[in-house]
């Protein structure tokens, strides 16, 4: 039976949340940190909800009252706590199997992410998947989500345009990045955000599992 005509050429995949169940580890790293400096501790859904943006946004978000002076010693703390917890982190299940099929399908596969190119490259090789990636973009090389400038340096890189690309993440942020791009989205609801926060951002669907998405992908991408 022949595969359905391909609509997009790039998929571009945020990182923690959307690939990687990092989404706990990351929101407790935050609110340990918030605990260290003597600073209100946001709840999880605070906390949860930075996930995917630029260092210096977050922090300003779960610790407002904190001075800029303090950031660098907050990102420090942040790091400390979450590093603890780094190398247990696992994919997804089934997330291996779907970018091998993906990539044997011919798709240019992305990453956006609010990581470092540092935190990305080391998670890449902990998990042996860096291969089935064409290209990425993080936090430290240019505007962090939700601006655009993520999302055209990654079409720019894969030589495709707006309409041949679709953005998957699970935050408002990777939706909205989308948006700013031009790009059409697919919302995850298994990560960071509620999917009803989610679906005001108009993605072309919810998934609720990597099964889910997989299949998703397989019939409508």
Known sequence: ???????????????????ADSTALI???????????GVDVPDEV??????????????????PTLHERHYAHFTERFGSHYMVGDAAIPLFEGVP???????????????????????????LAQHGIAGHFDVSRCADEGEPKP??????????????????????GDTTHDLQLAHNAGAASLAVAYGAHPPEGLAEHSPLATVHSVAELRAWLSTNA
């Open 147 to 168: 601006h655009a400038d993520m999302l055209l340096r990654l079409m720019e890189q894969a030589d495709v345009g707006p309409a041949q690309t679709l953005m998957i």
């Open 27 to 37: 929101a407790g790293a935050l609110q340990q940190a918030c605990r260290d400096l």
């Open 46 to 63: 605070r906390a949860r909800h930075v996930i995917g943006l630029g260092h210096r946004d977050s922090i300003r978000y779960v610790a």
């Open 1 to 19: 039976m022949p595969s359905p005509p391909r609509r997009f050429h790039l998929l571009a995949f945020d990182w923690d949340g959307t690939l």
């Open 97 to 123: 199997d779907m970018l091998a099929e993906l990539s044997a399908r011919g798709f240019k596969l992305g990453i956006a992410t609010g990581k470092s190119r540092r935190g990305l490259d080391r998670v």
